[in-house]
């Protein structure tokens, strides 16, 4: 078992611990004093993983219920939302009891918003049971959902108590749920640690899962590193976007069907880097091919940019992305939208 404390406004530990799930009521009783929870999660999860959760809960004390939505991107929605507000009145859930995310991203995304909404906020707890989850989207306290005007528009900044991360997990993801966190795995090297990348250059979609524990602590290690120095994406953590701008604009092309995140950000990784670091896109594109992840995309990119434009990190009529200009280190370009467009529309 390893831990990684977060050291933001509210700290939290990260532990990484093959057959932590089953162990999840042990690990939160240290931290959380309520005994009463409500887990979200989505239908596949619940299936897998539900009763080991609520059986580890019970063991130590706590009563709890569960809300299970349908899985997938489309469920991050206002109208989701509204239906765990709902669930959670109707349950006399209480600013002294808290959530447990227990699932992807989109549980954990709509969770954290959930816990920093409800009754002006409560303590949640993420478990994390796909790869992207794990090594990205549960640490740091980014919360969302998805409205018609572009993904994760309306959110919230809401650390959790506490994230258990079972590597065990892991092993029931389908391959091309698997492949899609390798494409956050892979931005993680590229922005910050050649080594990681080049580990992963050892490897591919068939044998990385022999290093994938040293791999998640690496990712989220990290990850911690970054948003300790900026909690609240006002600088330095924008590197962590790195991909995200086209990829964003890819699944929103999609309307979020057909083409998961980790695919977006992959593509939108070898396309920013073809246009601004040349050098690198072959040996990005070989990388990233390796994990059975899209290395560009057919979208003409008249089609792309107004998606763009919607981006998060606008501001005003400037568009900061990110480019690698050596893997290993990343840098945020400040730029207009109209610079963008005419960057992007470059041959």
């Given at each position: 078992m390893k831990r990684i404390n977060i050291k933001t406004g509210c700290p939290y530990d990260v532990i990484i611990e093959r057959g932590g799930l089953k162990k999840c009521g042990e690990y939160i009783s240290e931290v959380i004093?309520?005994?009463?929870?409500?887990?979200?999660?989505?239908?596949?999860?619940?299936?897998?993983?539900?009763?080991?959760a609520e059986a580890s809960l019970r063991?130590?004390?706590?009563?709890?219920?569960?809300?299970v939505f349908p899985h997938g991107e489309q469920s991050?929605?206002?109208?989701?939302?509204?239906?765990?507000?709902?669930?959670?009145?109707?349950?006399?859930?209480?600013?002294?009891?808290?959530?447990?995310?227990?699932g992807g991203?989109?549980?954990?995304?709509?969770?954290?918003?959930?816990?920093?909404?409800?009754?002006?906020?409560?303590?949640?707890?993420?478990?994390?049971?796909?790869?992207?989850?794990?090594?990205?989207?549960?640490?740091?306290?980014?919360?969302?959902?998805?409205?018609?005007?572009?993904?994760?528009?309306?959110?919230?900044?809401?650390?959790?108590?506490?994230?258990?991360?079972?590597?065990?997990?892991?092993?029931?993801?389908?391959?091309?749920?698997?492949?899609?966190?390798?494409?956050?795995?892979?931005?993680?090297?590229?922005?910050?640690?050649?080594?990681?990348?080049?580990?992963?250059e050892k490897h591919d979609i068939s044998t990385v899962k022999q290093v994938i524990d040293d791999v998640v602590y690496t990712c989220i290690d990290i990850k911690r590193d970054v948003v300790e120095h900026d909690e609240f994406d006002k600088g330095e953590r924008m590197i962590l976007n790195f991909g995200h701008t086209l990829g964003h604009a890819i699944e929103g092309w999609h309307e979020y069907r057909g083409v998961s995140h980790g695919m977006g950000v992959a593509a939108g990784m070898c396309i920013i880097t073809e246009r601004c670091a040349p050098q690198l896109a072959d040996r990005l594109k070989t990388c990233v091919a390796a994990y059975g992840l899209p290395t560009g995309t057919d979208i003409p990119m008249s089609e792309l940019l107004p998606f763009c434009s919607k981006d998060k990190k606008r501001e005003s009529d400037n568009l900061n992305y990110i480019v690698c200009p050596e893997i290993g280190r990343a840098e945020i370009v400040r730029t207009t939208v109209d610079g963008f467009s005419r960057l992007m529309e470059e041959k």
């Open positions: 004093a309520s005994r009463r929870a409500v887990i979200i999660t989505d239908d596949t999860v619940a299936q897998l993983y539900l009763d080991d063991s130590f004390g706590f009563e709890c219920s569960s809300f991050k929605s206002i109208k989701t939302l509204s239906e765990i507000f709902d669930y959670l009145c109707e349950a006399n859930i209480t600013r002294k009891d808290f959530l447990i995310a227990l991203g989109v549980v954990g995304d709509i969770t954290g918003f959930a816990a920093a909404c409800y009754l002006r906020g409560i303590e949640f707890v993420q478990i994390p049971t796909t790869l992207l989850a794990q090594v990205d989207s549960s640490v740091g306290g980014k919360t969302a959902v998805d409205i018609p005007g572009g993904k994760n528009l309306v959110g919230a900044f809401k650390q959790p108590a506490l994230v258990i991360c079972d590597s065990d997990t892991l092993d029931s993801l389908t391959d091309d749920i698997f492949a899609d966190g390798m494409g956050e795995v892979i931005k993680y090297g590229m922005i910050r640690d050649r080594e990681l990348f080049g580990l992963l």
